[in-house]
């Protein structure tokens, strides 16, 4: 087993800006999604304990108060959630209202959502304002109602992910498109990761041109903390069973939240029930279960003190779940003391509030994104204490004896790519300008940086994407397969620049035209390789480094942006806390599942192959054990056998000519 290398680190200013509250009550998340508040149709992207919930209650009180709105409904995807919007006294902090939800209209009480159903319909037809139920209670409310029901009506929707484009399969989906159509609803979207784990988008493109969209970055939350100064995200890979190697990465001393595998996935040892006991063995010696909590104490082997575990994993007796998720939502966001360790497997994700939590351990590979960041979201709430956050995910090493080494080499890569997204996310944002001749504005301007031959956003199309969408381009991007393989270095660089990136630029935005494209392509590549990389100031100077080189910031042109794979040094981390074979397997894995070449790869790759033989006075050998050679190689059989087939077409069609 190798020590733990982070991919990401970040470290925050601890401003104190994004937790300060101004006259009304109001973070600057707030403010911001406040100044639309006379949108029709409003999308918020934040991220966790930005405030989502209480925005949307400033929001919702000005449209009942002064929009002519007469009713809101809240919908949650968890009962567990609709805490987060329940009466708020928000007068006591200077606004013109206070939130008031009766308990009637809490629907996220115990029962079926089905059974619900009455209720919803009986608030519509009442006379008070305020309603809170599950995505499940809306859908099956919306089977009884007619479109123009939601006349009047804000809705409004929490982890809005949970939405799909595809209209068919998702009944949230198909339910906001008819209400939207149908009736003159105002909507308001929140979530905290706007993407799916699958590859299916939230909202159509015309679906999402009606919304206006408020973001606010983590960077601008982390870093207006004022007590967490830093955050880690990193991997542990092992060999065997997890329960063996999950004490070399498991810190007793740290509030932790331990998410075990899935029972189908290849790191379960199919037992979840025997997998906490062996968590619990590597503590210590239970000393007592209490009975109204089930709060379990544990004696740990160590040095004697006592750990409070909260086992969310056992569901063969309800009441005693309920009970803890009772104490866990009484308790634990405002006393410290109340739990030391949480286990849970798909519980303890999104809307879960634990902020003294400071270590997210997840065992096994995360299919999806929102998943990944839902989990990290548990450990970035601001606290008292909490100075470091730590996410570690804890993979299996692909075994060459094994049957399954592609997927789990496929598994690798895509935990590497959920972190080079999440060090996407969470780094600072910066400015790109084009750097003219003669320029005499100051190039050290905070957070702008001016690039010869950049093409700067002509359209308000692509400055929108620019300013509210383009970290979920990037996890578009990286959730690509094929794009996963060229991240890890098994296609040029400039080859994953300028053409696997664009490709999936045009297939995500099909109403760009080509000249966009390319300002949205240079974007994202410049966006990459400077948040990956690292910045120096040296005296006046900035200094930053791009492939293991570092270069004055006032000297960097596009095309050396271009040369340069902007997610590579995730990889290179990778390959330094795995042995060498494993390292050999995954290199042999992705070589075996290289990607095919398409015209547009090919052609962008023969200025290369020309450089290249006129370097080494010969063509390259496809039978080399240098995998760059290797590539060339194969990209000139590629062009010499389109040549052929463009000749022979040409043939077939002089004939049918002359014939």
């Known amino acids: 087993m190798n020590k733990l290398l ?79 919007f329940s009466s708020t006294s928000l007068t006591k902090f200077g606004f013109f209202a206070d939130w008031e939800v009766k308990s009637e209209h809490n629907l996220c009480d115990p029962g079926s959502s089905q059974g619900k159903v009455g209720a919803f319909v009986e608030f519509l037809e009442g006379p008070d304002a305020s309603l809170i139920c599950t995505h499940a209670t809306l859908r099956f409310a919306f089977e009884k109602l007619a479109p123009e029901a939601f006349n009047g009506t804000v809705l409004a929707i929490d982890e809005f992910h949970h939405v799909s484009a595809d209209t068919e399969a998702n009944r949230l989906g198909a339910l906001l ?12 979207a929140m979530t905290g990761s706007y993407f799916r784990g699958d590859s299916v988008p939230v909202l159509s493109a015309e679906d999402e041109a009606r919304f206006t969209p408020v973001t606010f970055n983590y960077y601008d939350q982390l870093n207006g903390y004022e007590h967490l100064k830093s955050l880690g995200i990193g991997h542990h890979f092992y060999q065997g069973r997890y329960t063996d190697a999950i004490g070399e990465v498991f810190d007793l001393d740290k509030k932790t939240i331990i998410h075990i595998p899935n029972v189908n996935s290849g790191e379960s040892t199919k037992d979840k029930i025997e997998e906490v006991g062996f968590i619990i063995d590597s503590i210590g010696h239970v000393e007592s279960t209490d009975p109204d909590t089930g709060i379990i104490s544990i004696r740990r082997a160590d040095n004697g003190a006592i750990v409070r575990v909260a086992d969310l994993v056992d569901d063969t007796e309800q009441k005693k779940r309920a009970d803890i998720l009772h104490y866990l939502s009484t308790f634990a966001s405002k006393d410290s003391d109340a739990v030391d360790v949480i286990l849970a497997l798909g519980m303890a994700k999104e809307g879960f509030d634990w902020p003294f939590a400071e270590h997210a351990l997840t065992v096994g590979y995360r299919a999806s994104l929102t998943e990944v960041i839902q989990i990290i979201g548990r450990v970035t709430r601001d606290s008292p204490g909490k100075e470091h956050a730590q ?111 664009p490709k999936i630029i045009r297939e995500r935005y099909p109403d760009l035209d080509e000249s966009q494209v390319e300002e949205l392509r240079q974007q994202v590549v410049v966006d990459s390789v400077i948040k990956n990389g690292e910045v120096r100031e040296v005296g006046d100077k900035r200094f930053i480094k791009m492939a293991e080189k570092f270069v004055n910031i006032d000297d960097i042109n596009i095309n050396l942006i271009d040369s340069v794979n902007p997610f590579q040094r995730a990889f290179e981390v990778m390959s330094k806390s795995v042995t060498p074979s494993v390292l050999r397997i995954i290199s042999d894995a992705i070589t075996a599942t290289r990607v095919e070449f398409t015209d547009e790869e090919a052609f962008a790759l023969f200025p290369k192959i020309q450089a290249w033989a006129k370097v080494n006075g010969r063509k390259p050998d496809v039978r080399t054990e240098d995998p760059t050679e290797k590539r060339y190689a194969e990209a000139l059989l590629y062009l010499q056998r389109r040549k052929q087939q463009h000749l022979a077409e040409q043939r077939a069609a002089q004939m049918e000519d002359e014939a």
């Open 6 to 84: 982070n991919v990401v680190d970040v470290t925050y200013a601890q401003t104190g800006a994004s937790v300060k509250i101004d006259a009304l009550g109001m973070r600057e998340m707030q403010q911001r999604v406040f100044a639309q508040r006379d949108a029709q149709h409003l999308l918020v992207k934040a991220p966790p304990a930005s405030g989502k919930s209480r925005a949307l209650m400033f929001v919702a009180l000005d449209k009942l108060y002064n929009q002519g709105r007469k009713k809101v409904i809240v919908a949650v995807p968890e009962r567990s959630i609709g805490a987060s």
């Open 177 to 188: 498109r008819e209400v939207m159509n149908g009736s003159d609803v105002h909507i308001v």
């Open 391 to 501: 996410f570690t995910n804890l993979i299996a090493e692909p075994d060459a004896s094994q049957g399954e080494v592609k997927v789990s080499v496929n598994n690798m890569l895509k935990a590497i790519t959920a972190s080079l997204l999440m060090e996407q996310v969470l780094a600072q944002n910066f400015t790109f300008k084009t750097k003219r001749t003669g320029d005499d504005d100051d190039p050290k301007a905070p957070g702008v940086i001016k690039i010869k031959g950049f093409k700067e956003p002509s359209s308000d199309r692509v400055k929108q994407i620019v300013e509210t969408d383009l970290n979920d381009l990037k996890a578009t991007i990286l959730q690509d397969d094929t794009f996963a393989r060229a991240a890890a270095g098994s296609v040029d660089p400039e080859t994953t620049n300028k053409v696997l990136i």
